[in-house]
């Protein structure tokens, strides 16, 4: 890994003011996390938990009221740290009248591209989202899930190192759904660091390296993804052609049977969906029950 993270943010807060005399409300509070390059991290949390006030400090789209972000060493807040970004809002908004390659074509000029280099990217970026047959269609035309790929092309077109993706499966249907975690796990092969923010939990847990749980604007939780979900007061043996003897007494006789084989030993998951209901319920609070008695 190289020493310089792809994403770092420390002691992030940021509060809005409403009002011209409410209240301050503290939207992110001491958020710290750190993304090495070529990892996927997805944020996950409740409505209103601060994922994407997080993403937009990252972006420089808001000041931070206190504490730092950095994308590959560089402050957020310089225009040239967001160089090498690629960002797909949670709700694109592009011009219905142009097609998927003039979309594109668009994007890569604002990115500085121009002749047969920007052909190519076009080209390229069409293969890669799967829209190549359907090039020269007005957006207007598209589904919900072909206009989210074609937000992934715009994003990707100048070839970045890290790509933020806000809900990028918002209201796409399964199969447009699997088709984005596939590009996600191509973006990863291809050694693109992926900041991920989604709703879908079964969806992070298919593609993320980390995980991170927000709530009320704090990190509850986060680390590597397969031991956030590990139980740790828990252990399960997974054993081949095990004897019914063998069952009796597992450890022991493991050592001592012939023909049997230990496959392998740890800790038994939950999902990360049961983590994440843990992490944001509301606790509840005991109460403690009067014993009372009535006199005849």
Same mark, same amino acid.
């Given at each position: 890994m190289s020493d310089i993270p792809a994403v770092e943010v420390s002691g992030l807060v940021k509060d809005f003011q409403p009002s011209f005399r409410g209240a301050k409300v503290r939207a992110v509070d001491d958020v710290s996390l750190r993304i090495e390059p070529g990892e996927v991290y997805g944020l996950i949390g409740p409505n209103g938990s601060g994922k994407s006030t997080t993403m937009k400090a990252l972006l420089g789209l808001v000041k931070p009221t206190s504490g730092s972000c950095s994308i590959f060493g560089k402050d957020s807040l310089k225009v040239d740290s967001r160089n090498d970004v690629g960002f797909l809002p949670e709700n694109p908004y592009f011009y219905k009248h142009l097609s998927g390659a003039e979309t594109i074509k668009f994007y890569g000029k604002l990115c500085g591209m121009r002749g047969a280099q920007l052909k190519r990217r076009v080209d390229e970026m069409l293969e890669l989202v799967g829209l190549k047959d359907a090039r020269n269609r007005r957006l207007k035309g598209y589904s919900k899930g072909m206009l989210q790929r074609i937000g992934l092309a715009q994003a990707l077109v100048q070839d970045p190192r890290l790509v933020i993706l806000d809900e990028p499966t918002?209201?796409?249907?399964?199969?447009? /759904? $699997?088709?984005? *975690?596939? %590009?996600? %796990?191509? &973006? +990863?092969? $291809? #050694?693109?660091?992926?900041? %991920?923010? /989604?709703? &879908? %939990?079964?969806?992070?847990?298919?593609?993320?390296?980390?995980?991170? !749980? !927000?709530?009320?604007? +704090?990190?509850? $939780?986060? #680390? *590597? &993804?397969?031991?956030? !979900? /590990?139980?740790?007061? *828990?252990?399960?043996?997974?054993l081949e052609n095990p004897t019914p003897e063998l069952l009796d007494q597992i450890r022991t006789l493991t050592e001592i049977t012939h023909g049997v084989e230990l496959i392998s030993e740890g800790n038994p998951r939950t999902t990360l969906e049961d983590l994440f209901l843990r992490e944001t319920r509301p606790k509840k609070k005991l109460t403690r029950k009067r014993r009372t008695s009535s006199s005849k």
């Open positions: 918002a209201g796409v249907d399964p199969t447009g /759904s $699997r088709e984005i *975690r596939d %590009l996600i %796990l191509e &973006l +990863k092969n $291809r #050694g693109v660091t992926v900041f %991920l923010c /989604s709703h &879908l %939990l079964e969806q992070v847990q298919e593609v993320c390296d980390q995980v991170g !749980i !927000i709530n009320h604007g +704090k990190m509850v $939780r986060q #680390g *590597r &993804l397969q031991d956030l !979900i /590990s139980l740790q007061d *828990r252990t399960e043996l997974v």
